[in-house]
Nanobody, 125 residues
């Protein structure tokens, strides 16, 4: 099994930066994907970013492109989400998710089997 634990959320002001971490344990993540999704109250869970573990290839939602950076540390089995120039609309619970097979629709939540508990990010204006 794969267990995911997020950390790094908090309350910040608009324009600030924050780095989220997702530590994965269990079976190898080689050839699989680690993604970040977020969800606000009353809103659907939406894709933020993903990294393909084997290749390091990354994809981002248009809303965060140029501001957020996803990266990985293979030795630590950890994926990071560096969030810069935060905006109030970035406020949400952020979830780390793992796909256990090669995926095509990387922005589709149903492609991911394992999910972390979520970490709250609040950006004040």
């Amino acid at each position: 099994q794969v267990q995911l634990v997020e950390s790094g959320g908090g309350l910040v002001q608009a324009g600030d930066s924050l780095r989220l971490s997702c530590e994965a344990s269990g079976r190898t993540l080689s050839r699989h994907a680690l993604g970040w999704f977020r969800q606000s109250p009353g809103q659907e869970r939406v894709f933020v970013a993903v990294i393909m573990w084997r290749t390091g290839t990354t994809y981002y939602a248009d809303s965060v492109k140029g501001r957020f950076t996803i990266s990985r540390d293979n030795a630590k089995n950890t994926v990071y989400l560096q969030m810069n120039s935060l905006k109030p609309e970035d406020t949400a619970v952020y979830y780390c998710a793992a796909a256990t097979r090669e995926i095509v629709f990387f922005d589709y939540a149903a492609e991911y089997v394992y999910w972390g508990q979520g970490t709250q990010v609040t950006v004040s204006s």
